[in-house]
Structures are given as structure tokens and as C-alpha cells.
């Protein structure tokens, strides 16, 4: 496909695209003619990955560029390309005391998370929400250590279904496991969110409304 119809194909500008080759995010085209280049099916799924990134996980650019990097990285695993996603999503985590980081790594340890990798930025984003959660007052008494094994729970069982559900034909394919992988994060992690308030709103209406 040409260029124009690789954009309208993702749903980008040609101008978006044309940033994009220039910043070294899409694979070259093949070159059919002095002024003309043909794209396909492994463009049109990194421009979607890039625009799910972008306007979905409001990804900035020089982040992108270390994930294209990692997926074009043959010889780094799948499970290093998951990580550098993650790492690309959510960015820089806030500093933390070494108080709440301990935390955090008893929690993980808790949940028996023992291959997660030691210096993962999320460490600290959960170090950080700890902070947040005994600053208003919770997480010290029986009842928040009881919700927290609750919690622990249900992650590992939604993490062990979704990572469960990556395997399949396409599994060598990096872009299609990558943008798997962003779906679930950003997309339907989006979608957890809605529901669990539709959800509450029904019990806090079982429960107080009457």
C-alpha cells in the first residue's frame, strides 16, 4: 500500500506518519520507484501500536523510541520487550525513602512475584502509593493487611489469565505480542477501572441507598 493509504488504514495523518519514519519509529518501506514506496501489514501494526501509545497511554516520543528499539532488538526475549513496555507507559517513578521501597518489596515478596526484575521502576510507583496510603491513614491495622492479600489475589489471577492469553500464532511476532501487551495495560486496564465503579456504585447501593 502507499502512504496515503497506510495513514488511513491506522487512522494518522501523513504528516504523523512522515514523523515517525523521520524519528526512526517504522521499519524503511520498500522502495518500488525514485519517488515511491510501498508499506504493509508490519507497518500498519507498529502505527497502530505507536498511536495507541500516543494518544491512549500518552506515551512521549524519545519513550517510544526506546521500545521500537527493544522490539527491533532480536536479541533481547519477549519477556525484555514486556518490560521495556511497561517501563515506556508509565515513565519515571517518584523518589522514594527506602522505608516505603522495603514495603513495596515485602509486598511483592507476599505475593510470591519472584522473578520481578529488581530494579523495575514500578518497584517505586508502588512505593510511592504506599506513601500515599499511610499519609491518609490506612495500610496500619488488620483489616488493610487483609485487603492487601485480597488485592494481591485478584492481580496475580488477572495477571496469570492475561499473560496466559499472549500465546498463539503470532507469537514471534514482536509488534503484535508488544501491542497485546499495551492494549491490556492502557485499554483494559481502563476497562477494569469502569467497571469496578459500576460495580460499586451497585453494592453501595445494596448496601447505604435504602
Same mark, same amino acid.
Given at each position: 500500500?502507499?502512504?496515503?493509504?497506510?495513514?488511513?488504514?491506522?487512522?494518522?495523518?501523513?504528516?504523523?506518519?512522515?514523523?515517525?519514519?523521520?524519528?526512526?519509529?517504522?521499519?524503511?518501506?520498500?522502495?518500488?520507484?525514485?519517488?515511491?514506496?510501498?508499506?504493509?501489514?508490519?507497518?500498519?501494526?507498529?502505527?497502530?501500536?505507536?498511536?495507541?501509545?500516543?494518544?491512549?497511554?500518552?506515551?512521549?516520543?524519545?519513550?517510544?523510541?526506546?521500545?521500537?528499539?527493544?522490539?527491533?532488538?532480536?536479541?533481547?526475549?519477549?519477556?525484555?520487550?514486556?518490560?521495556?513496555?511497561?517501563?515506556?507507559?508509565?515513565?519515571?517513578?517518584?523518589?522514594?525513602?527506602?522505608?516505603?521501597?522495603?514495603?513495596?518489596?515485602?509486598?511483592?515478596?507476599?505475593?510470591?512475584?519472584?522473578?520481578?526484575?529488581?530494579?523495575?521502576?514500578?518497584?517505586?510507583?508502588?512505593?510511592?502509593?504506599?506513601?500515599?496510603? %499511610?499519609?491518609?491513614?490506612?495500610?496500619?491495622?488488620?483489616?488493610?493487611?487483609?485487603?492487601?492479600?485480597?488485592?494481591? &489475589?485478584?492481580?496475580?489471577? %488477572?495477571?496469570?489469565?492475561?499473560?496466559?492469553?499472549?500465546?498463539?500464532?503470532?507469537?514471534?511476532? &514482536?509488534?503484535?505480542?508488544?501491542? &497485546?501487551?499495551?492494549?491490556?495495560?492502557?485499554?483494559?486496564?481502563?476497562?477494569?477501572?469502569?467497571?469496578?465503579?459500576?460495580?460499586?456504585?451497585?453494592?453501595?447501593?445494596?448496601?447505604?441507598?435504602?
Amino acid at each position: 500500500m502507499r502512504i496515503s493509504e497506510l495513514a488511513d488504514a491506522a487512522g494518522v495523518s501523513v504528516a504523523t506518519l512522515k514523523y515517525y519514519q523521520r524519528e526512526g519509529l517504522l521499519p524503511p518501506a520498500r522502495k518500488v520507484a525514485a519517488r515511491l514506496a510501498e508499506y504493509d501489514d508490519t507497518h500498519l501494526r507498529r502505527l497502530r501500536l505507536l498511536r495507541v501509545l500516543r494518544e491512549v497511554g500518552e506515551v512521549p516520543v524519545e519513550r517510544l523510541r526506546s521500545l521500537v528499539e527493544a522490539v527491533e532488538d532480536a536479541d533481547a526475549s519477549v519477556h525484555d520487550v514486556f518490560g521495556v513496555a511497561c517501563d515506556a507507559l508509565h515513565g519515571a517513578p517518584p523518589e522514594t525513602g527506602p522505608d516505603l521501597r522495603a514495603m513495596a518489596d515485602a509486598l511483592i515478596e507476599q505475593a510470591g512475584w519472584d522473578r520481578v526484575r529488581p530494579g523495575s521502576p514500578d518497584r517505586d510507583h508502588l512505593a510511592a502509593l504506599v506513601g500515599t496510603i %499511610l499519609d491518609l491513614g490506612g495500610g496500619q491495622d488488620e483489616s488493610a493487611q487483609e485487603g492487601a492479600a485480597t488485592y494481591l &489475589r485478584l492481580v496475580d489471577e %488477572l495477571a496469570r489469565f492475561e499473560i496466559g492469553a499472549f500465546a498463539g500464532p503470532d507469537e514471534a511476532d &514482536r509488534d503484535v505480542l508488544v501491542e &497485546r501487551m499495551v492494549v491490556g495495560q492502557v485499554v483494559y486496564g481502563e476497562l477494569l477501572l469502569v467497571l469496578r465503579r459500576i460495580a460499586e456504585e451497585h453494592y453501595s447501593a445494596q448496601r447505604f441507598a435504602d
